[in-house]
């Protein structure tokens, strides 16, 4: 979603949400943040939250993608209920907040996604990041700017986006496996 010279969110709308599969990693309401592993084909602790922080929403990957972190593209799912590790869940992708983090004197690309999960009753009317909660939506960015803090790892907001740009991260990080 490009921004208005007064810093509003300006609308992207597709005219169809693009749906994807989201597999979970960590619950909503965790602080502990699972990864998968693909050599052993399990979920691995991979790092426990700090005192007071834990996952606003479900956090996942769309599999069969690679970001520039060479992860999996992560992603935020709206949901009503916190969902388990390994569950798929049909969703619809309702913009991107696009970041740059700063790890041991290495800057690089680690974009979110967000979706709603389709059998989702509160969050059904979302089909652009513009339709959530300002709050929320602030809410969501200072979590991904504040819990890597503590591992020395900076990050920095670039832009919030609606879900063409979410689409085009999506396939760009679909030629890259």
């Known amino acids: 979603m ?37 050599g052993k084909r399990k979920y691995k602790l991979s790092k426990v939250m700090p005192e007071g922080m834990v996952f606003p929403y479900d956090f996942g990957f769309v599999p069969d993608t690679k970001a520039e972190d060479g992860d999996p593209l992560d992603v935020l799912l709206l949901t009503d209920e916190p969902l388990f590790p390994d569950c798929v ?5 309702v913009g991107v907040i696009e970041l740059e983090q700063t790890e041991e004197a290495e ?30 939506l602030k809410q969501i960015e200072a979590f991904f700017v504040n819990y890597p803090k503590v591992r020395d ?13 979410a689409m085009e991260i999506l396939r760009e990080s679909q030629r890259k496996k």
Do not use: M
């Open 2 to 38: 490009k921004r208005n010279g007064t810093g509003t969110p300006k609308r992207e709308r597709a005219s169809q949400p693009p749906e994807i599969a989201v597999i979970i990693e960590t619950p909503k309401g965790s602080r502990n943040k699972l990864k998968y592993d693909p």
């Open 89 to 93: 869940v049909d969703s619809v992708l």
């Open 107 to 136: 800057t690089q690309r680690n974009d979110r996604l967000i979706a709603v999960a389709k059998a989702s009753l509160l969050y059904s009317e979302i089909k652009d990041l513009a339709d959530l909660n300002p709050t929320v």
């Open 153 to 165: 790892v900076q990050v920095k907001i670039l832009d919030r986006r609606g879900p063409a740009r």
